[in-house]
Nanobody
Framework: VQLQESGPGLVKPSQTLSLTCTVSGGSITTNYYYWSWIRQPPGKGLEWMGAIAYSGSTYYSPSLKSRTSISRDTSKNQFTLQLSSVTPEDTAVYYC?????????WGQGTQVTVSS
C-alpha cells in the first residue's frame, strides 16, 4: 500500500486546511483497514488527529474533534482531512497512514505552515 499526501503548503490563520491522501496498491474499503491523519509540529512528537475506517466510520482526537473532519471518495480511492479555524500552532508536517492488523503504512508527509 502506498500513500501520498497533497494540498497547499501555506494556509492563512482562521482558514480551513484541506489535505488529500491518495492511496494506491489497495482499496480504502478493504476490510479492517483504518486510514488516519497524523501530524508532527516542529520540535514535538507525533499527534494522531483522526481516522476513517474501511466501513466509513470516523474517529477523532478529543482535542481536535471540534475542528476536524475526515471523509473519503471511494471512486478516487482517496481520503481527506479538513481542519478549520487554523492558527500558527497547527503548523506541522501532516502524514496519512494506513493501519491493518500489525502493519502500518505511511505517506512521505507534507509540510503545512499557517501564516499570514
Amino acid at each position: 500500500v502506498q500513500l501520498q499526501e497533497s494540498g497547499p503548503g501555506l494556509v492563512k490563520p482562521s482558514q480551513t486546511l484541506s489535505l488529500t491522501c491518495t492511496v494506491s496498491g489497495g482499496s480504502i474499503t478493504t476490510n479492517y483497514y483504518y486510514w488516519s491523519w497524523i501530524r508532527q509540529p516542529p520540535g514535538k512528537g507525533l499527534e494522531w488527529m483522526g481516522a476513517i475506517a474501511y466501513s466509513g466510520s470516523t474517529y477523532y482526537s478529543p482535542s481536535l474533534k471540534s475542528r476536524t473532519s475526515i471523509s473519503r471518495d471511494t471512486s478516487k480511492n482517496q481520503f481527506t482531512l479538513q481542519l478549520s479555524s487554523v492558527t500558527p500552532e497547527d503548523t506541522a508536517v501532516y502524514y496519512c497512514n494506513a493501519l491493518v492488523a500489525s502493519n502500518d503504512y505511511w505517506g512521505q508527509g507534507t509540510q503545512v505552515t499557517v501564516s499570514s
